[in-house]
């Protein structure tokens, strides 16, 4: 279960940096803080067990 909200955040974290780097006048300070969270959820994820997607 804790793989599936890490996949979802991993997800958002992807969406969010992209909206913000479209934007011509984006805030360095956020985008460099979603780069780091989406690091920080990428390698958690990783650590985690998988389950097999069909049971």
């Given at each position: 279960?804790?793989?599936?909200?890490?996949?979802?955040?991993?997800?958002?974290?992807?969406?969010?940096?992209?909206?913000?780097?479209?934007?011509?006048?984006?805030?360095?300070?956020?985008?460099?803080?979603l780069?780091?969270?989406?690091?920080?959820?990428?390698?958690?994820?990783?650590?985690?067990?998988?389950?097999?997607?069909?049971?």
């Open positions: 279960m804790n793989s599936f909200f890490h996949d979802e955040n991993v997800a958002l974290y992807r969406k969010l940096i992209a909206e913000n780097e479209s934007n011509p006048s984006r805030d360095e300070n956020r985008h460099a803080m780069l780091t969270l989406l690091a920080e959820e990428t390698a958690k994820a990783k650590q985690l067990p998988r389950l097999p997607d069909a049971w």
